[in-house]
């Protein structure tokens, strides 16, 4: 009999341990279904093991996270129901309340949320309390719930002792997504509070810069907090928050403000100024830079307030000359060349100074048309720092600057000699290829141009890749009209050299068809614009429209023309135009800018 027992026993305990194996290779076979994406097959496997041991959580988290990638959230509802009643849990019912808010039954969801947080403040610690609050937190927020979420997390600060800062990450995004712009900046200003993280409290403030209530409210709340507490930090937050808000006055003279308080010697005022520089607020960068101006030498950054200065003015001449190209005042130009000449004397051989000097060479060509200057000053770069990358980028300069005056000669022996300088700036050496692989494509050497150019296009961490790439492409679509290529390569560099009237008929000699015919037309129309001849431009963009009416430029074609009916006065042409690109061209990237000057141009016309 005990034999019989034994046998018996043995049997029954092999049978479970084969039941074990199976499903635990099934289980191995759902989560690898799982992982390849094959959500429907995981979640049958998944619940054929849940049906056999319906009390393993691993089975069941199987069936509730691949049901619900399939979006089957009322078929799996009943299933954690079921688990949760028998085994009721802060987690398990956090599940439920999703589970039934995703199936869209609302109260109950709300039912099962209160009973999550009832068991919460049960909870023996802190600790625990905390990490449950935060579970029950992120599922009302994923839930979208998010009243729930933030009642969760006020209660979670009560059970805890408001502590500072608790959940304030949390809530602040959650304020944000309700609008309630008043909490919201409590929270985020007690997160700042607490680690001072400038990137993190910026983004959750600009979620709240909506309104004029809301930025209204924020300042006061900043200007409070910030004399409260004479806070350094909360200060630089509060001039980040001025200039966000284009209070560019109100911004600087927070800035004067905090630099008396808490004397940075003008690393203030300095950091101030670039920035408004840099972002374009001119009137401002200018007045800042004057303040540690006036402090004259004493000043640590006063040769860097010097430059800034300098560059603000040279900035304006910018602006001034694209509108009123033949009006700038030749007396500015010097002025702006003598303060970088000032700072070069006060601090020779510093970075600042090479700065200056490659600016100053800038000035020299582009404004003064004093190419002589120029060059003398991008030697004086190229020799005074020759172990220094922009030495790399003078050479460059004064190479093309060599090819503008037709020297070829002397401009291939600096490129020659600057590729060699890859360890001082390999992006510039790269550009230092480019520019010799064009030289070579305008003097019709097609073939030395595509060698150099195929190393640098594959470099997609290279500044100049996209260029070189684009020549390439250019030159293997035309290959086949070799003469016709040297040609246009030929007219090309006359464009870039300013020989208009010599660029023209070269252009015009070409008789390939296809690609290179299309560009062809419209490089004449482009020189015949550069010459101010706006109505021989029209005529020859009009010319393509006839000649190739199917041509994917078309759009492009119009929208000059457009333009330059604009300039000219004739509105109710450019209307046409512009509207023409709306009717035929629905999806052309010129659609927006179209639709926009017609509306402008409706205004003026009627």
């Not at 802190?126 to 979208?144: E, F, P, S």
């Not at 950091?271 to 303040?291: H, M, P, Q, T, V």
């Not at 078309?554 to 330059?564: N, P, R």
Request: glycine fraction near 4%; proline fraction near 2%.
């Amino acid at each position: 009999m005990i034999q019989c027992i034994l046998v018996f026993l043995l049997c029954f305990t092999c049978q479970l341990q084969a039941q074990k194996v199976n499903n635990d290779e099934v289980y191995t076979l759902a989560i690898s279904y799982e992982k390849s994406g094959d959500a429907k097959n995981a979640a049958r496997l998944y619940q054929e093991l849940y049906a056999k041991v319906n009390t393993n959580s691993d089975y069941l988290y199987g069936v509730s996270r691949t049901l619900q990638s399939l979006q089957r959230f009322p078929e799996l509802l009943p299933i954690i129901e079921e688990f949760t009643a028998r085994f009721p849990t802060i987690e398990h019912f956090s599940l439920c309340s999703y589970i039934a808010k995703k199936s869209g039954f609302t109260e109950k969801s709300n039912t099962y949320w209160e009973q999550s947080l009832q068991l919460v403040s049960k909870l023996p610690n802190d600790i625990v309390k905390d990490n449950a609050i935060r579970l029950v937190g992120k599922y009302q927020t994923d839930a979208q719930s998010g009243n729930n979420a933030i009642l969760t997390y006020k209660k979670g600060k009560e059970l805890l002792k408001n502590q500072l800062g608790l959940y304030s990450d949390e809530l602040s995004q959650l304020y944000a997504l309700i609008k309630d712009y008043e909490s919201g900046t409590k929270e985020v200003l007690e997160l700042f509070s607490l680690n001072q993280n400038y990137a993190l409290v910026q983004g959750r403030l600009s979620a709240y810069l909506t309104t004029v209530e809301s930025i209204e409210h924020i300042d006061k709340q900043l200007s409070k907090q910030s004399d409260l507490l004479h806070s350094y930090a909360l200060y630089k937050l509060y001039q980040w928050f001025l200039r966000e808000t284009r209070q560019y006055d109100k911004a600087l003279s927070l800035v004067k403000k905090t630099e008396k308080l808490f004397g940075s010697k003008g690393r203030d005022i300095i950091d101030f100024a670039d920035i408004c520089n840099k972002d374009g607020i001119l009137d401002i960068a200018n007045e800042s830079y004057s303040l540690l101006i006036d402090l004259g030498t004493s000043s640590p950054f006063y040769s860097k307030a010097i430059f800034g200065y300098a560059t603000v003015l040279e900035q304006r001449l910018t602006i001034l000359k694209k509108t009123f190209p033949d009006s700038i005042p030749k007396d500015d130009i010097l002025y702006i060349i003598s303060k970088y000449d000032d700072i070069v004397q006060s601090s020779p051989y510093t970075a600042i100074a090479s700065e200056c000097l490659l600016r100053k060479s800038q000035l020299q060509s582009n404004f003064l048309d004093d190419n002589v200057s120029a060059k003398k000053t991008l030697e004086q770069i190229i020799q005074g720092y020759a172990h220094n990358s922009i030495s790399v980028l003078a050479a460059n300069e004064l190479a093309l600057l060599l090819i503008k005056e037709n020297n070829s000669t002397q401009a291939k022996e600096i490129l020659l000699h600057n590729i060699t300088k890859a360890s001082l700036d390999q992006n510039e050496t790269d550009r230092t290829q480019f520019i010799l692989a064009e030289m070579m494509y305008f003097e019709g050497n097609i073939d030395s141009a595509i060698v150099l150019l195929l190393p640098i296009s594959g470099k997609p961490e290279s500044d100049i890749a996209n260029d070189a790439l684009e020549r390439l492409l250019f030159i293997e679509e035309n290959k086949q009209y070799v003469s016709d290529l040297i040609i246009f390569a030929k007219a090309e560099y006359y464009e870039r050299m300013r020989k208009y009237s010599e660029a023209i008929p070269e252009f015009k000699k070409i008789t390939a068809e296809g690609d290179l015919s299309e560009l062809r037309q419209i490089k004449v129309a482009e020189v015949y614009s550069k010459l101010k001849n706006i109505n021989r431009a029209i005529e020859e963009y009009s010319s393509f429209l006839i000649l190739y009416p199917e041509s994917i430029r078309t759009d492009k074609v119009l929208y000059t023309i457009g333009e330059m009916n604009i300039i000219q006065g004739d509105k109710e042409k450019a209307i046409i135009s512009f509207t023409d690109i709306l009717v035929r061209y629905p999806n052309s990237m010129y659609v927006k800018k179209s639709r926009d000057i017609i509306r402008r141009l409706r205004g003026d016309v009627h």
